[in-house]
């Protein structure tokens, strides 16, 4: 999977028959500022008086001063007595002195003007009362416990400077100061051109669905929902089909209009069919053609009619980078406020990661904290897969000229998520299980605010993962050929030093996956030596990888009579998809995977599925709901029902 | 000014003749569990069915599950030719093969589906075109540079789990997985109560302006724009006076609506006129009455009807402090989301701030980054200000059980601005002049993206802060006895390690500030010793006291002869106001000050102002403003116009 992205963002770029290259090629860096510097965006929007009570988020066009001193009047700051404080110069404790309610002295509460002649409070504290008189022992001074006119504004004064990006607490001094209309930059307004001959719109996709060979139009809304936070007002048009007269007459339609910003969507490579680039290339000027980031190599910058117009890549991950890097911080820019960057943790990889030389990569993590530490584990790096987006907790970004990051070294992460969310987020690497997805969507019923993250990386990576301190929860089901047993004796193998508690999660059915209908009549290992047999296996370290080798030991196979042997999958749900897909005849791998997939499922074996936990963790609230759900009759149910595991065990304490 | 905003927000809760105490304080911490236990959220909020593409922020009300797979086709990953992989099978170097495009290989573009009985594609790259056919010297297997069936996401697989709030991502997400319509919670309404009878309606403040004794009610505003976060429907009712009856019906009224949520604004607090709480006691129960927290003590925490309900004090800042730590996150708890907290940072006060023990202050700071520092100047503490939230950079929380904070202890301070607006300002550290404030307001002109944040902690500290790194500039007014020179003698002295610049600000005027018609006739450092005279003096380190201490040095007069001598102020203008409030019969001060007040004056002698900036900031283009700003005509005209001032040297590097 990993090879295929780097290729499918990769290579696009390169020479080759029939195709252009990319003649503009620019690192990240050096395109945005070829990119912004080439407009001049002082008065690149107009402006408009709008209601001080709608102008939050909005950028003021001018500085803006008090009308009206805040507060208008001297008023008390404390609850007491109004007085003249020359009649209290002198006043000691012994001295003390007599003065007239009504007369010397007025009752005042907080935020009440001053009688005239008055300047100063003296707190009710200070004073004795007796009837039609008070008694004080101490003077007070001029404005004393007073909030004098102006003290929070003073009329005349600046308020607000121009290019100020209205918080809500503006709000409150704008209309505490007597202003109740400003000026502030228009909004924004931004074209999305969707464009493709695969690509369906929603509405149809939602009545007719849609057909081999389409695509829903998910990249638009994607996009106008990014411009959320700013001021931008997105006006989609409707899908282009790839065809280049009818792509250049709209985009020339786009910048031609009242748009300040114009987006293409999809064809911005240089594939035969990619347009964009010569559309743009006739109709005004390419700035930048690809950058060197990935995902969202293949953007297009450019310069039409004075607008900024910006080709989009595709692939939805790529789509979503490139619009974060060039579009959200040029809708700043026209404003004219700071464009805000999301907050950074560091962090540590689970894993080493290699990254190729001169590509920026944006490397998609979920993050975890494991006692001091706070975890990333990096998922997949497609670039056509949007669920790397909306599963990830932040991103890596490796720069260019890294060929990767290693396993402890400490890095940057940009957050996705509230900080809250990593602190609530359960760590669990090792061997993949549906059971853990499912273990995910009921937690958050149970506690909406804890989440999990998990990693298959196979049982023994879990193991490794517990060891270094990077896991709370290794998920298990390593057998031992020598004793029958599960999972605990590589345990006592590889984690010695560190005293853990050993749960079972379920037992489960493991089997061959074949196409519905069995059509090549598998029915058991011994099948998987026949010539006309595709397998698929699992990768090295994995539970069900050495449970295949089990039963090739016994039946005495030699793992080279078995076409396919070699060729790898990460997960069950992996081989059951390369089952489904054709690209093999059968896999070795769980029931709940064939059943997901409507395949159908040969019974090998039953094995045990275990969660390995530090004891050091035993009593955090993390994993005492993770046990409480574990051992709920709920819980037992909903596995029951996924058919293909037992539950006899579930929750049982092995250790 | 401190003195007086710790009044307002601290003694309202004490014993005292004719009013109440708080009942129910609590701390933060306290209160907040308290208040947010109190209610069961499960099932709080109703749910409803919305398009997916309107569902940015709301939050899922069950776990979603694909019912498409994505892509729903084998697709190419590459531009080339699709192929069935065994024609390509013993294909080497040595081995090349022609295939006949249209029957055996097919050329295809990336994202389209592969034509039947083929499993893979071959890379344009690697094929050498012939009319007709292509040639091929290596072998592809199956589903190589194949995007398969469900790559990204599996029909059936869990998209978002509930209690999830959708971003952007999701959105994309959910589409491609043929997900149209979302249930998610309804929105949860507020209800919003103003109060009070000084507080005018903006409505009517627009058409008639606002009589003395009358304020803008701008509170509802600035918190309804604080919901924009929260995806909260807020209704604003009609202000209510101070009358008892009429707001606990209105309340009543409010609790038996179909709001989700309750607040009243202002009429919080202890005072004679504050009747939510008795309004509260009656119709339901009062949880929390005052919190530790400074602002926002006068909180009332209420449940009325199984709703929530809660007093809101009246002071702006205070009801903002209280809004986001109660009303924000209990809205979230509602959703059922995590509650984003603000982003923070390690800074390090430009001056020891001292705190009232008990009580969790909420102190307003500006922020500057000085080389690797983050550096905070502690704003005007008092309530009432809303200006002190609009300025600020960020909050630094003072613990309840702590006394203050030191001047080199590193502290966590919460962002209000985004981190870039810090780079922006420019930290002046040291004794205190009006020039400054006159060059923060004007470089606001010059450069509305740089501002100014000064503290005033005398001559010596600025030098040390500028040997710690702590300042862009400090400003510098030291007296050298021994030389009968200006600063440059401290700076050799106290910065010998750090090469800087020192450039003149203004030479002032120095002189004893006495009561308008100076009625105690004084007219020289010798009457300082009379005994009906009573002085306030400047603190250790200030350069005005170190002037005094060399006068009397001159005049052979022993500082115990002069009353007062030890009592301290840490600004001119805290020393001018001392003389005009009668504390004092005279002070040494500069002649702005007692102009200000309104003061008489008796020049003594002037002295040269000087700003020190690290040779190592020089060029950059803070320090580069600032000096053009110091340089020009009407910056000069402003200092003269002022008084007491030459500014014959205005703008000259001394060294």
Redesign the interface.
């Known amino acids: 999977m990993l090879e295929?992205t780097d290729?499918?963002t990769e290579?696009?770029g390169?020479v080759?028959?029939?195709?252009r290259i990319y003649l503009k090629m620019k690192s990240l860096k050096e395109a945005q500022s070829i990119f912004f510097s080439a407009f001049n965006f002082t008065n690149f929007l107009k402006t408009e008086v709008i209601s001080?009570?709608e102008s939050?988020?909005r950028v003021t066009a001018k500085?803006i001063f008090a009308r009206?001193s805040?507060?208008?009047?001297h008023?008390a700051?404390?609850?007491g007595y109004a007085v003249n404080?020359e009649l209290t110069?002198g006043v000691t404790l012994d001295q003390p002195k007599e003065l007239t309610i009504g007369k010397e002295v007025f009752a005042i509460?907080?935020?009440?003007?001053l009688p005239d002649n008055t300047n100063a409070v003296i707190?009710?504290?200070n004073v004795v009362?007796k009837e039609g008189k008070i008694e004080i022992n101490k003077?007070v001074?001029?404005?004393?416990?007073v909030?004098k006119v102006g003290?929070?504004?003073v009329a005349t004064e600046?308020?607000?400077?121009?290019?100020?990006r209205i918080?809500?607490?503006?709000?409150?001094?704008l209309?505490?100061g007597?202003i109740?209309e400003v000026e502030v930059k228009e909004k924004p307004k931004v074209i999305i051109i969707p464009t493709?001959n695969?690509v369906v719109p929603?509405e149809i996709?939602?009545d007719r669905?849609?057909e081999?060979?389409?695509?829903?139009?998910?990249?638009s809304?994607?996009?106008s929902?990014?411009l959320?936070t700013t001021n931008a007002i997105c006006e989609k048009w409707p899908v282009v089909p790839d065809e280049f007269r009818q792509l250049k007459t709209t985009i020339q339609k786009a910048v031609e209009s009242d748009a300040h910003l114009v987006i293409i969507l999809a064809g911005s490579?240089a594939?035969?069919?990619d347009y964009t680039v010569l559309a743009l290339e006739e109709l005004g000027e390419v700035l930048v053609h690809g950058v060197t980031i990935m995902p969202g190599k293949p953007t297009i910058l450019a310069k039409v009619n004075n607008k900024p117009v910006i080709g989009n890549p595709?692939y939805?991950v790529s789509s979503?980078i490139s619009f974060e890097q060039f579009v959200l911080p040029i809708l700043s820019q026209m404003q004219g406020f700071?464009?805000?960057?999301r907050?950074k943790l560091k962090v540590f990889l689970s894993c080493p990661v290699p990254s190729k030389l001169g590509i920026e990569e944006f490397l998609r993590v979920k993050l975890g904290q494991v006692g001091k530490n706070i975890v990333a584990t990096p998922m997949p790096r497609?670039a056509?897969?949007?669920?790397t987006?909306?599963k990830a907790h932040g991103i890596i970004r490796i720069p260019a000229q890294r060929e990767g990051i290693e396993e402890d070294e400490q890095v940057e992460a940009e957050l996705?998520v509230?900080?809250?969310?990593i602190f609530?987020t359960i760590v669990i690497i090792g061997s993949h299980d549906l059971t853990i997805?499912l273990l995910?969507?009921e937690l958050?019923?149970i506690d909406?605010?804890l989440?999990i993250s998990s990693s298959n990386v196979g049982s023994l990576s879990g193991l490794m993962a517990i060891k270094k301190g990077r896991a709370h929860l290794a998920g298990t089901h390593l057998f031992d050929p020598e004793t029958g047993i599960y999972n605990l004796t590589y345990i006592d193998r590889y984690l010695p030093e560190i005293p853990v508690k050993v749960v079972n999660l379920v037992i489960r059915h493991q089997g061959l996956i074949v196409p519905k209908g069995n059509p090549k009549k598998i029915k058991s290992i011994e099948d998987l030596t026949r010539s006309d047999v595709?397998f698929v296996n699992r990768q090295r370290g994995a539970g069900t990888r050495i449970l295949l080798d089990y039963k090739l030991k016994q039946l005495n196979i030699n793992s080279s009579q078995i076409k396919g042997y070699d060729?790898e999958e990460i997960s069950h749900?992996a081989v059951a998809?390369?089952v489904?897909?054709?690209?093999a005849d059968v896999g070795l791998g769980i029931y709940a995977a064939a059943k997901?997939?409507n395949l159908d499922f040969i019974p090998i074996a039953v094995e045990e599925y275990d969660l390995v936990v530090p004891e050091t963790l035993w009593e955090t609230k993390k994993i005492q709901t993770i046990l409480q759900l574990i051992n709920s009759h709920k819980f037992k149910q909903a596995v029951e029902k996924m058919g293909g595991y037992e539950t006899s065990k579930t929750g049982m304490v092995k250790r």
């Open positions: 295929k290729q499918v290579d696009i390169q080759m028959p029939n195709r001080t009570t939050l988020n500085p009206f805040s507060p208008n009047f008023c700051a404390m609850d404080a110069f509460n907080t935020g009440y003007p707190m009710i504290e009362e003077a001074y001029p404005w004393q416990n909030r003290e929070d504004i600046l308020i607000l400077p121009p290019n100020h918080t809500p607490y503006d709000i409150g001094a209309l505490e007597g109740f493709g695969e929603i996709a939602q669905g849609i081999k060979g389409q695509v829903i139009e998910s990249n809304w994607m996009l929902s990014l959320n490579s594939g035969s069919k595709g939805p979503v700071v464009y805000e960057e907050p497609t056509g897969s949007i669920t987006l909306t996705l509230p900080q809250a969310e609530n997805d995910t969507s958050k019923k909406p605010f989440n595709l060729c749900m998809v390369d489904l897909s054709g690209r997901a997939l």
